[in-house]
């Protein structure tokens, strides 16, 4: 149990053009996910908090009109890179808790963003 | 502030030598502690976590850690390594009063044959 997927696994886009990730919790339903952000050779860093049916919480210098999430359902949040320039390539990770408060979070296996 | 350190960027080990990871955290209030591996171009898998109770913390594929309060630490140890072991891993605290986790920079531990 407690698996996550995530789509796309890789994807490369032009300069300008905005690519969304899809990050479901199969077996669980999740009502917090996270979306973090990993440089290559470094740890993650969070990005945001995506609670089912209310806003994002976003930390600090993330911008939220460059990277939208939206958590319509208990399974499925989604993080939408607007515009994307080639500094956001990155390799971005969601995680989801099956309960709530302190859960164990279960990662995705990511998604490679190349902006040429 | 909360944080986490992890003092060692590789690990070598020996396949069949007991291995340690290190991580020290600073938190306020109890600690959550959890420890997830990280194979190339992957996600993370939970290994274990500490959230109270028996200092020492069984965990998946034969990993444990020891959480040590007077020390703040959270060591991550396998008896006998595997060269499949060899990975990267990563520390984590769950900051104070929230679902957030603070991640170490991670160890890169290599098991030779």
């Known amino acids: 149990g407690a698996v996550v997927s995530q789509h796309p696994s890789r994807v490369i886009c032009k300069s300008g053009t905005s690519v969304k990730i899809e990050c479901r919790s199969l077996?669980?339903?999740?009502?917090?996910m996270f979306w973090y952000r990993q440089f290559p050779k470094q740890s993650l860093m969070l990005m945001a908090t995506s609670n089912e049916g209310s806003k994002a919480t976003y930390e600090q210098g993330v911008e939220k009109d460059k990277f939208l999430i939206n958590h319509a359902s208990l399974t499925l949040s989604t993080l939408t890179v607007t515009s994307a320039h080639p500094e956001d390539s990155s390799f971005y990770i969601c995680s989801a808790g099956r309960t709530g408060f302190r859960d164990t979070q279960y990662f995705g296996p990511g998604t490679r963003l190349t902006v040429l | 502030a909360q944080s986490v350190a992890q003092p060692e960027d590789q690990v070598n080990v020996a396949e069949g030598n007991p291995l340690t990871v290190k991580c020290t955290y600073s938190v306020s209030g109890n600690p959550y502690l959890f420890w997830y591996v990280q194979y190339p171009n992957r996600g993370l898998q939970f290994l274990l976590k500490y959230i109270t109770g028996d200092n020492l913390v069984k965990g998946s594929y034969g990993f444990e850690a020891e959480f040590n309060k007077s020390q703040t630490s959270f060591h991550l140890k396998k008896p006998s390594a595997l060269v499949s072991d060899s990975a990267l891993y990563f520390c984590a605290v769950a900051i104070y009063n929230t679902d957030k986790l603070i991640f170490g920079t991670g160890t890169r531990l290599q098991v030779f044959p």
């Open positions: 077996d669980f339903q999740a009502t917090t």
